[in-house]
């Protein structure tokens, strides 16, 4: 794999993070919007409507919650190979900044302050560790 297909196999991780946060907001939205209709569920006299929309909210969110929960797991299958990935970096210190930079999704600038080196050195490390990475089946 070149330089560039390696990196993009490791943001695969932050990439799923993201989709996981989406869906997560998304059924906390169908949560609010069916908790919006419940007070209708009173003795008042309203319009009729066909009496699903409770039920239909019901199942959106259950459909919701099912796309979260595989997305968890695709989430943490992708951190599982990422991990395995970066157990083969020899340099506890690349394998440091790679961990940071594609487990924790911190930026360069943030690395190199939390590990107290200059920020290009933090360039080098990363693009070294990198180069010597070999991903064995990239999915």
């Given at each position: 794999?070149?330089?560039?297909?390696?990196?993009?196999?490791?943001?695969r991780y932050?990439?799923?993070?993201r989709q996981e946060k989406e869906l997560a907001e998304e059924v906390e939205q169908l949560r609010a919007r069916a908790y919006r209709v419940t007070?209708?569920?009173?003795d008042m006299p309203t319009a009729q409507g066909d009496g699903q929309v409770l039920p239909r909210a019901i199942e959106q969110i259950m459909q919701a919650q099912q796309e979260l929960q595989a997305q968890i797991a695709r989430c943490d299958a992708?951190?599982?190979?990422?991990?395995a990935a970066l157990e083969q970096v020899p340099d506890p210190r690349d394998g440091e900044v790679l961990r940071r930079k594609y487990l924790l999704g911190q930026r360069y600038e943030i690395i190199a302050e939390?590990?107290?080196?200059e920020l290009r050195w933090i360039y080098r490390r990363h693009r070294r560790a990198i180069e010597k990475l070999t991903i064995e089946s990239p999915s």
């Open positions: 794999m070149t330089y560039a297909e390696k990196v993009a196999w490791l943001r932050q990439d799923s993070l007070p209708a569920l009173n992708v951190r599982r190979e990422i991990i939390k590990m107290r080196l």
